[in-house]
């Protein structure tokens, strides 16, 4: 199994809702990771999570809250998102330490602020 | 700061084709180089990951080169087909991932 499962696909939340994005894999990979895509470009680091200890947040705003409840899980939870953070959510993962090997990533949620 | 820049910005190309994709970085102090494929809303697909101390990695009709101390990679195609119509993405590692802005392939049948 290679694969990064996101849920849900798509989200369409008003700027008051809290709402949470799942990330699960099953590859055993201690290191996963949450990026946020704007259209028509790169994909932005916002947290990384290595043996399910948070250990970059990128500056992200507290808005934006990530958990990793276990080695397969991680969860991006939402609240009082403002309309430009609408986005494709990617997760991802793979095995920890600096020479990192291949980065596997899921299919995104493409989140829509009202 | 590491930066990562690929060239052509956007590429097409008729069906058949042979085509190379280019990536440059600033920072030669790098663990791997990463190439992926992007659909139009969908997620990253990994194709080739070049470790620091190789060359080259092949995979079916693709071919990527790393050249570290010039800060460059290339990502060929042979035979190029419209399936082969995507945008693509290179990632730098070097602690964490730097992503250019990508080249989107359009194979014309």
């Known amino acids: 199994d290679t694969e990064v499962t996101q849920t849900p696909k798509h989200l369409v939340m008003g700027m008051t809702n809290k709402k949470s994005l799942k990330c699960e894999q099953h590859?055993?990979?201690?290191?996963m990771y949450w990026y946020k895509q704007k259209a028509k470009k790169p994909p932005e680091l916002m947290f990384v999570?290595?043996?399910?200890?948070?250990?970059i947040n990128e500056s992200v705003p507290s808005r934006f809250s990530p958990e990793c409840p276990n080695s397969s899980l991680l969860n991006l939870h939402l609240h009082a998102l403002q309309p430009e953070d609408s986005a494709l959510y990617l997760c991802?993962?793979?095995?920890?330490?600096?020479?990192?090997?291949?980065?596997?990533f899921g299919q995104g949620t493409r989140l829509t602020v009202v | 700061k590491q930066e990562v820049t690929q060239i052509p910005a956007a590429l097409s190309v008729p069906e058949g084709e042979n085509l190379v994709l280019n990536c440059s970085f600033t920072?030669?102090?790098?663990?791997?180089l990463q190439w992926f494929r992007q659909d139009p809303g969908k997620g990253l697909t990994s194709l080739l990951l070049?470790?620091?101390?190789?060359r080259e990695q092949t995979s079916g009709r693709l071919n990527a080169s790393l050249d570290k101390s010039s800060g460059r990679s290339t990502l060929y195609i042979a035979a190029s087909q419209p399936g082969d119509s995507a945008t693509y993405l290179c990632?730098?590692?070097?602690?964490?991932?730097?992503f250019g802005d990508g080249t989107t392939l359009t194979v014309k049948p």
């Open positions: 999570y290595s043996y399910e200890k948070l250990s």
């Open positions: 070049i470790q620091s101390s190789q």
């Open positions: 590859m055993g990979h201690r290191a």
């Open positions: 990632a730098v590692n070097a602690g964490k991932s730097t």
């Open positions: 920072d030669s102090a790098i663990y791997n």
């Open positions: 991802a993962s793979s095995s920890p330490g600096r020479g990192r090997p291949e980065a596997f």
